[in-house]
C-alpha cells in the first residue's frame, strides 16, 4: 500500500491517527495538539504541513545518524534482498548476526564476550534481570534474585524492566509490582546538597552498601545503573562507578550498565563506563546500534557468566524472542558501527556536547529561571524553576518545562523533558551552526518564561 500524504494537513494526519491508533505515554489533547511526521532529512523532521523541526533528540535519543542516513538504508535493501528473517533459535543463525557479535566482543568491555540480542531496551533490561537470577542458580545460590536500581532511573516498562525503573508515575496502572526490586536515592541527591565530588561518590556508594545489607547479600542478584541516566543526564560523581565495582565484588552482587542510551558514542565514548575505567558484568544497549532505523538492542554478559549458563546442565538456556538475532536490524546495526568508527562520531560527540554545553551556560547560567545545566558529550538536560519558584531549586509542577517546550515547538525545535526538566540530545552529525541554532532556540525559549 503506498502512502499518500500531499493532500493532507498535519490537523487532518492527527485526526486521523488519533481514531485508531494508541500511542506511548498516550493523552488525546497531547496526542491532537502534535505532529504527523511525514519525512526526515539529516538533523530535521518534516510534519504533514511540510514545516520542518531541528530534532534536538534524535527521535528518542536514538537517531544518531541522522535521518536518511544512505548507508543504512543500503545495508537495509541489500540484506533484505538476500535474506529477510531466519530463526535465531540454537541450532539456527545467519551471517550478520554472527559478524555483529563478533564487532561487539571488539568494542565491549575486554571480558564480555558473549551476546544475546533483542528487539530494543526493554526486552534487554528483562533479559538482563533474567541471566542475573540464572546464573545465581547455576552458582548453587537460588535465593539471590534481588535488584537494586537508582530512585530517577529508567530502565523500560516491559513489566521487569517497569519494575526496576525508578520513576513512580509510570507504576500505578499497573500495580501490584513484581516483588523483589529494591531502589536507592539517585547519586546526585548527595552532590546537589553541595557536598565535594568525592564524598558525594562515597554517600552514594554507600547507600548501596547499606542497601545490599540490609535486603541480605545473599538474597541481592544485581545492581543495574545508566552511566548518565537519560531520566535528567545525571552524571555520577567522579569515584562513584570505581566504588560500586569494589562493593558488588565484595558482597557478590552483579553490576549491569544500563547503556540503552549512552552506548555506542553518545558520552563522547562508545561505552560510557570506559570514561571511568570500569567493566560491568553485563551491558545492554539498544537504541544507537542501529541509529534507530530497526529496533534491535542487546546484552552482553561476562565470560564467567556465559560460562555459567551455556550448556548448564547440558539444557537449553530457557530465554527467547522471535526477532533476536533479525538479519536485517544486524545488517543495519554492522553499517551504523562501520560509520560511526570511519567518521569517529563518539570523538565527535564529546567536542560537539562541551560545545552545547558550554554554549547553554554562557547563554543561561544566570537566567533566573534556570537552576542547573548538566550532562555528558549530546545528553544533556535543563532544570527550570517555575513561575513563582523560590530561589535556584528545581521546581516540580512542571509549568516551565511546558512552557519551554511550547516556545521551542513554536521556534522550529522539537525535543523532550519532564516535569520542569528539557532534554536535548541531538544527532552525532548535526552540523555546527545547527548546533547553535539549537542553542539559540532553546535559550531564547527559556527567556520567554
Same mark, same amino acid.
Given at each position: 500500500?503506498?502512502?499518500?500524504?500531499?493532500?493532507?494537513?498535519?490537523?487532518?494526519?492527527?485526526?486521523?491517527?488519533?481514531?485508531?491508533?494508541?500511542?506511548?505515554?498516550?493523552?488525546? $489533547?497531547?496526542?491532537?495538539?502534535?505532529?504527523?511526521?511525514?519525512?526526515?532529512?539529516?538533523?530535521?523532521?518534516?510534519?504533514?504541513?511540510?514545516?520542518?523541526?531541528?530534532?534536538?533528540?534524535?527521535?528518542?535519543?536514538?537517531?544518531?545518524?541522522?535521518?536518511?542516513?544512505?548507508?543504512?538504508?543500503?545495508?537495509?535493501?541489500?540484506? *533484505?534482498?538476500?535474506?529477510?528473517?531466519?530463526?535465531?533459535?540454537?541450532?539456527?543463525?545467519?551471517?550478520?548476526?554472527? *559478524?555483529?557479535?563478533?564487532?561487539?566482543?571488539?568494542?565491549?568491555?575486554?571480558?564480555?564476550?558473549?551476546?544475546?540480542l533483542t528487539s530494543g531496551g526493554g526486552e534487554s533490561t528483562d533479559t538482563t534481570i533474567k541471566f542475573a537470577r540464572a546464573y545465581w542458580k547455576a552458582k548453587g545460590r537460588p535465593d539471590k534474585i534481588k535488584v537494586i536500581s537508582f530512585m530517577g532511573g529508567y530502565h523500560g516498562t516491559t513489566l521487569a524492566a517497569m519494575c526496576a525503573?525508578?520513576?513512580?508515575?509510570?507504576?500505578?496502572?499497573?500495580?501490584?509490582?513484581?516483588?523483589?526490586?529494591?531502589?536507592?536515592?539517585?547519586?546526585?541527591?548527595?552532590?546537589?546538597?553541595?557536598?565535594?565530588?568525592?564524598?558525594?561518590?562515597?554517600?552514594?556508594?554507600?547507600?548501596?552498601?547499606?542497601?545490599?545489607?540490609?535486603?541480605?547479600?545473599?538474597?541481592?542478584?544485581?545492581?543495574?545503573?545508566?552511566?548518565?541516566?537519560?531520566?535528567?543526564?545525571?552524571?555520577?560523581?567522579?569515584?562513584?562507578?570505581?566504588?560500586?565495582?569494589?562493593?558488588?565484588?565484595?558482597?557478590?552482587?552483579?553490576?549491569?550498565?544500563?547503556?540503552?542510551?549512552?552506548?555506542?558514542?553518545?558520552?563522547?565514548?562508545?561505552?560510557?563506563?570506559?570514561?571511568?575505567?570500569?567493566?560491568?558484568?553485563?551491558?545492554?544497549?539498544?537504541?544507537?546500534?542501529?541509529?534507530?532505523?530497526?529496533?534491535?538492542?542487546?546484552?552482553?554478559?561476562?565470560?564467567?557468566?556465559?560460562?555459567?549458563?551455556?550448556?548448564?546442565?547440558?539444557?537449553?538456556?530457557?530465554?527467547?524472542?522471535?526477532?533476536?538475532?533479525?538479519?536485517?536490524?544486524?545488517?543495519?546495526?554492522?553499517?551504523?558501527?562501520?560509520?560511526?568508527? $570511519?567518521?569517529?562520531?563518539?570523538?565527535?560527540?564529546? $567536542?560537539?556536547?562541551?560545545?552545547?554545553?558550554?554554549?547553554?551556560?554562557?547563554?543561561?547560567?544566570?537566567?533566573?529561571?534556570?537552576?542547573?545545566?548538566?550532562?555528558?558529550?549530546?545528553?544533556?538536560?535543563?532544570?527550570l524553576v517555575a513561575e513563582g519558584g523560590e530561589g535556584r531549586s528545581p521546581a516540580s509542577s512542571g509549568m516551565a518545562g511546558a512552557k519551554a517546550l511550547q516556545a521551542c515547538r513554536e521556534r522550529g525545535l522539537i525535543t523532550r523533558g519532564r516535569g520542569d526538566t528539557i532534554y536535548l540530545g541531538p544527532p552525532f552529525t548535526i552540523e555546527?551552526?545547527?548546533?547553535? $541554532?539549537?542553542?539559540?532556540?532553546?535559550?531564547?525559549?527559556?527567556?520567554?518564561?
Amino acid at each position: 500500500m503506498t502512502v499518500h500524504v500531499d493532500a493532507a494537513s498535519n490537523a487532518d494526519l492527527m485526526a486521523r491517527d488519533s481514531r485508531h491508533l494508541i500511542h506511548s505515554l498516550h493523552t488525546s $489533547r497531547g496526542n491532537m495538539a502534535g505532529n504527523s511526521w511525514v519525512r526526515g532529512e539529516g538533523s530535521y523532521l518534516i510534519d504533514g504541513d511540510g514545516k520542518r523541526y531541528l530534532d534536538a533528540m534524535s527521535g528518542l535519543w536514538n537517531v544518531t545518524l541522522g535521518h536518511g542516513r544512505r548507508e543504512l538504508i543500503e545495508a537495509s535493501h541489500r540484506q *533484505m534482498s538476500e535474506l529477510a528473517y531466519c530463526s535465531g533459535y540454537s541450532g539456527n543463525s545467519n551471517l550478520p548476526a554472527t *559478524m555483529l557479535a563478533e564487532k561487539l566482543a571488539a568494542l565491549a568491555y575486554p571480558s564480555i564476550n558473549r551476546f544475546f540480542l533483542t528487539s530494543g531496551g526493554g526486552e534487554s533490561t528483562d533479559t538482563t534481570i533474567k541471566f542475573a537470577r540464572a546464573y545465581w542458580k547455576a552458582k548453587g545460590r537460588p535465593d539471590k534474585i534481588k535488584v537494586i536500581s537508582f530512585m530517577g532511573g529508567y530502565h523500560g516498562t516491559t513489566l521487569a524492566a517497569m519494575c526496576a525503573t525508578g520513576m513512580p508515575a509510570y507504576w500505578p496502572p499497573f500495580e501490584p509490582r513484581m516483588p523483589g526490586f529494591v531502589h536507592i536515592p539517585l547519586h546526585h541527591s548527595h552532590r546537589a546538597k553541595g557536598r565535594p565530588e568525592e564524598e558525594a561518590a562515597r554517600m552514594a556508594a554507600e547507600d548501596l552498601e547499606q542497601a545490599i545489607i540490609e535486603q541480605g547479600a545473599d538474597s541481592v542478584a544485581l545492581f543495574i545503573a545508566e552511566p548518565v541516566l537519560g531520566g535528567g543526564a545525571y552524571v555520577a560523581p567522579d569515584g562513584y562507578f570505581q566504588r560500586v565495582r569494589e562493593i558488588c565484588d565484595r558482597h557478590d552482587v552483579l553490576f549491569a550498565a544500563d547503556e540503552v542510551i549512552t552506548g555506542f558514542g553518545r558520552t563522547g565514548e562508545m561505552f560510557a563506563l570506559r570514561r571511568w575505567g570500569v567493566e560491568p558484568d553485563i551491558v545492554q544497549f539498544a537504541k544507537g546500534i542501529t541509529s534507530g532505523y530497526f529496533p534491535l538492542g542487546g546484552v552482553g554478559v561476562s565470560d564467567a557468566i556465559a560460562d555459567a549458563l551455556v550448556d548448564f546442565e547440558d539444557k537449553p538456556f530457557m530465554h527467547c524472542y522471535t526477532y533476536s538475532g533479525h538479519p536485517v536490524g544486524c545488517a543495519i546495526a554492522l553499517a551504523t558501527i562501520d560509520v560511526l568508527e $570511519r567518521e569517529k562520531l563518539p570523538e565527535r560527540t564529546g $567536542r560537539l556536547g562541551s560545545r552545547l554545553k558550554s554554549r547553554l551556560e554562557a547563554d543561561l547560567g544566570q537566567n533566573p529561571h534556570v537552576a542547573e545545566i548538566r550532562g555528558l558529550g549530546l545528553i544533556l538536560a535543563i532544570d527550570l524553576v517555575a513561575e513563582g519558584g523560590e530561589g535556584r531549586s528545581p521546581a516540580s509542577s512542571g509549568m516551565a518545562g511546558a512552557k519551554a517546550l511550547q516556545a521551542c515547538r513554536e521556534r522550529g525545535l522539537i525535543t523532550r523533558g519532564r516535569g520542569d526538566t528539557i532534554y536535548l540530545g541531538p544527532p552525532f552529525t548535526i552540523e555546527e551552526d545547527e548546533l547553535d $541554532r539549537l542553542a539559540d532556540i532553546v535559550s531564547g525559549a527559556v527567556k520567554t518564561l
